[in-house]
T-cell receptor, first 112, second 111 residues
Framework: QKEVEQDPGPLSVPEGAIVSLNCTYSNSAFQYFMWYRQYSRKGPELLMYTYSSGNKEDGRFTAQVDKSSKYISLFIRDSQPSDSATYLCAMSEGVGAQKLVFGQGTRLTINP | NAGVTQTPKFQVLKTGQSMTLQCAQDMNHNSMYWYRQDPGMGLRLIYYSASEGTTDKGEVPNGYNVSRLNKREFSLRLESAAPSQTSVYFC??????????FGPGTRLTVL
């Protein structure tokens, strides 16, 4: 069993829809939870991160962490065609842990 | 600032050939990383360097070697390439683990 599981999709939704992307994990020591966005043929870029449980909002993006269920989510409101990308969740045991564990990535397409 | 740069962008090798992938960063980051990305597998850590002079194995180190040449540069070497090493390779750097900056990648095909 992988430490981090992510539905690879692909996921296709119409412009303006609310998108929900999810990951589950097995390592209870994870404390930092990140979402990276990767456009086609580019390197990943950090979208946002959350420490421990709770919600974090940044514009149209909201990250949620439920450590009791070992489940994290990324919500995208008012989705735009420019949001079409692969979204990777990643987790770390701590700031100084030196290692990130990535999910498989979900390929998202927003249709105009 | 160029951020993280990688060379080459593309490479085709024959089985058994060797090559070195180059990575450089201009952000004065201490830590650098090499990942491979395969369909359905996400990003898997090959090797990392927490600081100049140190290197450690990641999840999939077999068949690879690394050199942290100085604070800016971190190279990945394939001594005897195999078809299983066909992948996209990403280099990354960071001040803190959670915020890693990635290069554009090297697409490697081993025939």
């Amino acid at each position: 069993q992988k430490e981090v599981e992510q539905d690879p999709g692909p996921l296709s939704v119409p412009e303006g829809a609310i998108v929900s992307l999810n990951c589950t994990y097995s390592n209870s020591a994870f404390q930092y939870f990140m979402w990276y966005r990767q456009y086609s043929r580019k390197g990943p870029e950090l979208l946002m991160y959350t420490y421990s449980s709770g919600n974090k909002e940044d514009g149209r993006f909201t990250a949620q962490v439920d450590k009791s269920s070992k489940y994290i989510s990324l919500f995208i409101r008012d989705s735009q065609p420019s949001d079409s990308a692969t979204y990777l969740c990643a987790m770390s045991e701590g700031v100084g842990a030196q290692k990130l564990v990535f999910g498989q990535g979900t390929r998202l397409t927003i249709n105009p | 600032n160029a951020g993280v740069t990688q060379t080459p962008k593309f490479q085709v090798l024959k089985t058994g050939q060797s090559m070195t992938l180059q990575c450089a960063q201009d952000m004065n980051h201490n830590s650098m990383y090499w990942y491979r990305q395969d369909p359905g597998m996400g990003l898997r850590l090959i090797y990392y360097s927490a600081s100049e002079g140190t290197t450690d194995k990641g999840e999939v180190p077999n068949g690879y070697n690394v050199s942290r040449l100085n604070k800016r540069e971190f190279s990945l070497r394939l001594e005897s390439a195999a078809p299983s090493q066909t992948s996209v390779y990403f280099c990354a750097s960071s001040l803190r683990t959670i915020s890693q900056f990635f290069g554009p990648g090297t697409r490697l095909t081993v025939l």
